[in-house]
Structures are given as C-alpha cells and as structure tokens.
DNA sequence: TCGAATGATTATCA
DNA sequence: TGATAATCATTCGA
C-alpha cells in the first residue's frame, strides 16, 4: 500500500511540466487532442487517488487496470527519472557515517574482557588479569579463577547466541525485505540504490540493537569483574596462628605500636599475609584498641602475661648459661623476634608503682621476674574493667588519643633493642 | 537469624 | 606518604 502515495506524490511533481512525460505522451498514443490528454491524466490520477477508499478487491481490480493502462509506460519512466534524482539527494544527505566511538569502546571492551573475539583463554586471560589487578595472593585463587571463567563463559555464550540470533533475524528481514521490493519493482520504480539504502537502514536498526546487547554484556561483565575483585567479599579471616603473632607483637609493643616495614614483612611472612594485610590489621587494631581500651584489657592481659612467661623462661636460661639476658622469641609465636619486652616492663611495672628504669637490663629481667608473679595472679582474677586498666594501662596513648606523642621506652630502652630494630616507627 | 568481630576500603589530614 | 577514622562487607558464633 505504500506505492500509493509515492505514486501520486511523484505523479504530482514530474506532470508539472516534465519534459519526459511530454515526450512520453507524444510518443505514446494518447491522441492528439491536448484535452483528451488531459482528460485522460485527471482520469488516472483520480482513479489513483480513490484505490484506497475501495475494497480490496476493487482496488486489485483498479490497481490491475492501471498497470495495463496505455498511460503506464510513460507514467513509469517518468517516475523512475524522478526517482533517480531523488535518491541521489537523499544519498548526498547520508554520507558515510564515521564509525560510532560509543560501539567501538564497547567492542573493545568486550575484545579486552574475552567475551568477543576467540574463545580459547579469553576468560582465562581475563580472570588472571583480574586477579593481578586484585593483588590477591589467596590459596583460593584457583577456584575464585574457574568461578570468575565459568560466569564469564556464560556471558559469553548468551551474548554470542543473542549476537548470532540478530544476525539471523536482520539476514531474514533483509531478505524478505529485498523479496518485497523486488516484487514491488515491477509496480513502482525501485533503483538498486533504493534497496541498498533499505538495507543500510534496516542494518542500522540492527546493529543499534546489537548495541545494547552489547552494552548489557559489558555491564554484566562489569558486575562480574567488581564482585571478583572487590576483596571484601571474598575476605576470610586470619587463621589463629597469624592473629596471635599480630597480636603478641602488637602487645608487646603496645606504647609504640607502628611496625617497621622490616617488621611488617616479617609478620607478613610468618602469618602468611600480605605486608598490606599487616598494615591493615595494624591500623584496624590501633583504632579498635584505642576506642575501647576496657574491652581489650582481657587480651592485654593474657598476652602481657604470656610474653612474660616466655620472657622468664629466656632469661632463666640466659642465666643459667651465664649470658646476657635476651627476652628474645618470648611469644608463642616461637622464632619471632619479640624482642622488645620494653612495653611489657613498662606497663606490668606500672601494676607495681615502680619507675621504669631504662637501660638496666639486669634490673628489667628481675622486675620482671618478680612483676610475672603478679601478672599471674592477677590474670584470673581481673574481671572487673577498672582494675583490669589498672593492670594493663596503655601508657603509650597520650591524651589526645594517640600514640604519636608517646614516649616509646621500647625503642630506646628495650633490653633487646639492637640496630636492627624492627622499631622505625620514629615519626610516629 | 542476628549481632559482634574483623579484614578491607576510602576520605581526610599532617 | 602513612596514620586515622569511618564505613562497608563478610564471617562466625550463639
């Protein structure tokens, strides 16, 4: 039905003294009868005109006695000259389009991220590039790697059975489009040009219809990519040992606690973390201790006493062996380097009214000794808080609620404290 | 199932 | 640049 309209627009332009139609009607056998001619025009144009308010069959009818119209030929060609021109303007308006940058990024990404492109070690590719962005060292790699591969995969699939159903429909349509304009062809003047632009336009509609597929993949990828490399959601817990090395050495150094780099590398290759994972634990420890100190008296107790024991037990063998003392490797922890009982001595001293003496190692060990028999006692004892802070004061916060400005006794006067210290927390 | 604990992230500051 | 404080997201135990 649309051949209709076009008819009677082109009609309307090119009888507006088109000289093909003239020559047409001159050659034609219209008779020589000028308003014959016209007659005979105003007929088919009025006879086109009403074929819409017929019935279909009326309009068949019509449509059948106007193809076999002696007018016909010469109607036609002049169309067809019209038509050229007009497409010609139209193509002159729809230059090549560059391509859309938005579908190209989105390619890119879809390429980058394996989702386009081969298939083989795509995800794979992208999963450990993913998991080098997360800097994740976990033993659970593998798994979150074939979870992250196996989503991907899917993705993957739904977007190439989506990608290849739109190629099918568009090369359907195409086609059944190009049948129909072929058919139409021999009503109306089709040029090759017309299908083409046809089929540029229906390709259009598809390819901006691949385009939010396109967007909806990379979006889920997206999504994919964020929870695989967002690491708290795959955050695991610390196993027991790591959390009592962090924290031996946290309380043992409870005046001064800013681990050195050296240091940190050392808890992290004990606990079997990252130096970062140190870092963090430290930063959440101080901040979690220094908000609620009372809730962590228990913690500090233990551990004071613990490093003590240990302690007690070294410097016993010291003196036995006619050494210096060296409170080395005091926590559970076994080869660390707990060496700097300094803040034990300070706080459990503390418990005793005693000044601290710094530097008087002999004195440090004794007090300590004897310091370790109270600890003790008063380890099972301290369940009321206030007496609990009493025990285990956190001298080293000032009064603004940090250690910064604290004195750090450990540094300077820890019995064990060598030049490679792990204490270069200085600045702090 | 809920709340506490905890590892990680982020904004801000010195 | 590292520390702090706030917050998020997950884990874990009751």
Redesign the pocket.
């Known amino acids: 039905m649309d051949e209709q309209p076009r008819l009677m627009h082109s009609h309307g332009v090119g009888m507006a003294g088109h000289p093909g139609l003239a020559q047409h009607m001159q050659d034609g056998t219209a008779g020589t009868d000028g308003d014959g001619r016209k007659q005979d025009i105003g007929d088919i144009l009025q006879q086109i005109m009403t074929i819409t308010d017929q019935s279909l069959d009326e309009a068949q009818a019509r449509k059948h006695a106007l193809n076999c119209h002696r007018m016909k030929p010469a109607l036609f060609n002049v169309l067809c000259e019209i038509k050229e021109k007009t497409v010609l303007s139209i193509r002159g308006a729809q230059e090549e389009e560059p391509p859309d940058p938005q579908l190209m990024r989105l390619d890119n990404m879809l390429l980058a991220e394996g989702v386009a492109g081969p298939e083989k070690g795509g995800g794979a590719a992208a999963a450990a590039a993913a998991a080098a962005a ?3 060292i976990g033993a659970d790699n593998s798994t979150e790697h074939s979870d992250y591969r196996a989503k991907l995969s899917q993705i993957r699939q739904i977007y190439h059975t989506e990608l290849e159903k739109y190629e099918q429909a568009c090369n359907e349509f195409t086609t059944h489009v190009m049948n129909l304009l072929r058919e139409q062809s021999r009503t109306r003047p089709i040029s090759p040009k017309e299908i083409e632009r046809m089929v540029s336009i229906i390709h259009r509609k598809f390819s901006s219809i691949q385009m939010q597929l396109k967007q909806s993949t990379c979006e889920a990828v997206m999504i994919l990519r964020s ?1 695989f ?10 196993n027991k040992q ?2 009592e090395i ?1 924290n031996e050495y946290f309380y043992s150094h409870l005046s001064n ?3 050195s ?1 050296e240091a940190k590398e050392e808890l992290a290759k004990k606990c079997s ?2 130096v ?13 201790y ?3 100190i009372g ?1 962590f008296q228990e913690e500090a107790n233990m551990y004071a006493a613990r490093t003590a024991v240990s302690a007690t037990s070294v410097s016993a063998q010291g003196s036995q062996a006619n050494s210096p003392s060296t409170p080395n490797s005091a926590g559970s922890a076994g080869s660390f380097n707990m060496s700097n009982s300094g803040d034990l001595f300070m706080s459990v001293q503390s418990l005793n009214g005693d000044s601290y003496q710094g530097g008087q190692v002999g004195a440090n060990i004794q007090s300590q000794v004897d310091t370790l028999r109270h600890v003790i006692s008063q380890t099972g004892g301290y369940s009321d808080s206030l007496a609990a802070s009493q025990m285990y004061s956190p001298q080293g916060i000032n009064t ?5 400005d604290a004195p750090t006794p450990s540094s300077v006067t820890s019995p064990t404290e060598g030049p490679g210290s792990v204490h270069s ?1 200085t ?2």
């Open positions: 997360a800097g994740g929870r490399l967002d690491a708290r959601r795959k955050r695991r817990n610390f790591a959390t962090l606690p800013y681990p780099e973390i990252t970062s994972q140190v870092s963090n634990w430290f930063g959440n420890k101080r901040i979690r220094k908000k609620n809730k603004n609620g940090g250690w910064q927390d600045s702090n």
